[in-house]
């Protein structure tokens, strides 16, 4: 089991960034796959992006492409978000997840591990 802890979160206006950190402890990060979702008030939990073990592969879902950064330093055992040009719809609580297969999944129910969450609010 990896503790994940997410932090950076806070309120923006449009067009601003923010960078979200996952710090992890437990087993062995650099063996997992870590991921990004968020949550929306009244939605369900969306797939953001998602890093593999080795940082070999990441992949973005197609309304943050070009936009949002996901990298990990496996040894401070923590992933990033880096989310630039951010839109008021970006608005809502970010979770990382990791997943122990170690490749690309885009699903929730494929994670094992999920942190607290951070808000994430954009001004227009």
């Known amino acids: 089991q990896v503790q994940l802890v997410e932090s950076g979160g806070g309120l923006v206006q449009a067009g601003g960034s923010l960078r979200l950190s996952c710090a992890a402890s437990?087993?062995?990060?650099?063996?997992?796959?870590m991921g990004w979702f968020r949550q929306a008030p009244g939605k369900e939990r969306e797939f953001v992006a998602v890093?593999?073990?080795?940082?070999?592969?990441?992949y973005y879902v197609d309304s943050v492409k070009g936009r949002f950064t996901i990298s990990r330093d496996n040894a401070k055992n923590t992933v990033y978000l880096q989310m630039n040009s951010l839109k008021p719809e970006d608005t809502a609580i970010y979770y990382c997840?990791?997943?122990?297969?170690?490749?690309?999944?885009?699903?929730?129910?494929?994670?094992?591990?999920w942190g607290q969450g951070t808000q994430v609010t954009v001004s227009s």
């Open positions: 997840a990791a997943n122990k297969y170690g490749g690309v999944r885009t699903l929730a129910r494929q994670y094992d591990d």
């Open positions: 890093i593999t073990w080795g940082s070999s592969s990441t």
């Open positions: 437990g087993r062995t990060f650099a063996d997992y796959a």
